[in-house]
């Protein structure tokens, strides 16, 4: 696997309307927890989620996103396939949150 891929980032833009996380690499238990601060660091009444570059998602991942849902009320995640993958196989796959593909 390239080493491109599997770095990890979290990264923040917008205001307080609207705020757009952009996460990159793989998130797992080492990084789920960044993913989830980076998104509810700083409050905004519509927060979206880009995980379209993330090559990795685990179970610590899918807690952390739930745990986004309850925590944002008006958030939208664009997955990539790989997140849409596991969100499908983990039940999640019909969420009003998820983009559609």
Same mark, same amino acid.
């Given at each position: 696997? $390239?080493?491109?891929?599997?770095?990890?980032?979290?990264?923040?833009?917008? $205001?307080? $309307?609207?705020? @757009? #996380? %952009? #996460?990159?690499?793989? %998130?797992?238990? =080492?990084?789920?927890?960044?993913?989830?601060?980076?998104? +509810?660091?700083?409050?905004?009444?519509?927060?979206? !989620? *880009?995980?379209?570059? #993330? +090559?990795?998602? *685990?179970?610590? =991942?899918?807690? =952390? !996103? %739930?745990?986004?849902? *309850?925590? &944002?009320?008006? !958030? =939208? %995640? &664009?997955?990539? @396939? @790989?997140? @849409?993958?596991? !969100? *499908? &196989?983990?039940?999640?796959? $019909?969420? +009003?949150?998820?983009?559609?593909?």
């Amino acid at each position: 696997m $390239d080493q491109e891929e599997t770095v990890f980032s979290a990264t923040t833009e917008g $205001d307080a $309307d609207h705020r @757009r #996380v %952009v #996460v990159t690499g793989e %998130v797992d238990m =080492a990084t789920a927890d960044q993913m989830f601060q980076a998104a +509810t660091r700083e409050p905004a009444a519509k927060v979206t !989620l *880009d995980l379209s570059a #993330v +090559t990795f998602f *685990d179970s610590a =991942a899918i807690q =952390a !996103l %739930v745990r986004l849902t *309850d925590r &944002i009320p008006h !958030l =939208a %995640v &664009i997955p990539s @396939r @790989r997140v @849409r993958r596991v !969100l *499908d &196989i983990a039940g999640l796959g $019909d969420q +009003t949150w998820l983009s559609p593909e």
